[in-house]
């Protein structure tokens, strides 16, 4: 079968492209430009040139074809929507939402031009069939599982999609890189969002957004304006360092008000929340059910999973309702459903 591999020049997909050459199958590889100039000291982003030539190196190794296509304009509207939930007080995750319509959106598109049955990526995550339906599980290295950000893709992408080496751990995916000659074998992982230069998305925010940053009152719990920020949208719920007061013991963020243009702080257990609804509730796994569901229900990527109980309501959406109290349940975030490591589906938290 022909397979597009979309190849960031790093060494997870630049593995998938080997491993599917090695079961038989016509790889093609695809860099997809950005337009974003990326890269700083200290961290690592994707899609800079350096990638691409990284990429392109492994696609020759391998005796592949290679494009390098231009998604500019999709990138432009992806920073526009991540600039535009920090305006809202929200805190986006643009990772979920690139994958959704970029690499399994318009990538696979592109792939069905080149008359391929396939698309690929170096995500550590692994698709089954069962009874008719593509279920997403886990990746076999826990330490490096990506299933939380491929949670809203449809029926109809899962079944195009191949995961080379979800199941597998990140040193084994090294070591068949080494023996395969790719010189990307021991590169770095990506750690950045890739179209935020710095490493630091406020900076990205003051650039496309620094006529709408306005000074206003950080308030504590008592009502009290115990300092001032530089714009609600610099700021995310539970964060604790860089609000710049003094009081004498720990503050987080805990309420954004954008209509107020106001940061409220508080002691930690004003974090704590035993419920959210969630809103364009996806199920991956399975039918959207009837009655609630018991899961673990993860609500940020580094997050631990927590015993909850998913309640579906109206439409697309449902409550999610914790069995202890979690922190920083931050609306913007996805809410991922767990079944140990099925993931059932998963939506937005409103609040």
Not at 25 to 38: D, K
Not at 82 to 93: K, L, S
Not at 220 to 245: C, K, M, N, W
Not at 305 to 325: H, K, L, S, W
Request: charged residues 25%; neutral net charge; glycine residues 10%.
């Amino acid at each position: 079968m022909r397979v597009v591999v979309a190849m960031s020049g790093g060494v997870d997909s630049s593995a998938s492209a080997y491993l599917l050459q090695q079961q038989g199958h016509e790889v093609i590889g695809l860099f997809m430009r950005s337009g974003v100039s990326v890269g700083h000291e200290g961290g690592r982003g994707c899609c800079t040139a350096e990638d691409a030539r990284d990429a392109q190196a492994v696609a020759a190794h391998l005796h592949i074809p290679f494009y390098a296509v231009n998604f500019e304009a999709e990138f432009r509207q992806l920073i526009k929507d991540f600039v535009d939930e920090y305006d809202r007080g929200r805190t986006p995750n643009p990772c979920v939402q690139c994958n959704r319509l970029l690499k399994f959106g318009h990538l696979l598109h592109f792939a069905r031009q080149l008359d391929a049955g396939g698309i690929a990526t170096g995500h550590y995550a692994r698709l089954e069939t069962r009874d008719g339906r593509v279920v997403l599980r886990r990746g076999v290295d826990a330490a490096k599982d990506q299933s939380y950000v491929l949670f809203n893709l449809s029926q109809a992408q899962l079944g195009a999609v191949r995961l080379p080496v979800g199941d597998l751990p990140k040193e084994r995916v090294r070591d068949l890189a080494r023996r395969a000659g790719l010189k990307v074998c021991d590169k770095p992982d990506s750690q950045d969002i890739c179209f935020v230069p710095t490493g630091d998305y406020r900076d990205t925010l003051r650039a496309y957004a620094g006529d709408r940053l306005a000074e206003g009152p950080i308030v504590d719990e008592g009502g009290r304006v115990v300092g001032r920020h530089g714009g609600v949208q610099l700021y995310t719920i539970g964060q604790r360092h860089g609000l710049r007061v003094a009081l004498g013991e720990p503050r987080y963020v805990v309420r954004l008000d954008r209509a107020a243009n106001t940061v409220h702080i508080g002691p930690r257990e004003h974090l704590l929340r035993s419920e959210c609804s969630v809103s364009q509730v996806n199920w991956v796994s399975i039918d959207r059910p009837d009655q609630p569901v018991r899961c673990q229900a993860q609500i940020r990527y580094h997050h631990a999973p927590a015993a909850a109980t998913v309640c579906p309501v109206e439409g697309d959406r449902a409550r999610v309702v914790f069995d202890r109290p979690q922190a920083a349940v931050t609306p913007g975030q996805a809410s991922v459903f767990y079944d140990a490591d099925l993931i059932l589906g998963g939506g937005w938290i409103d609040a």
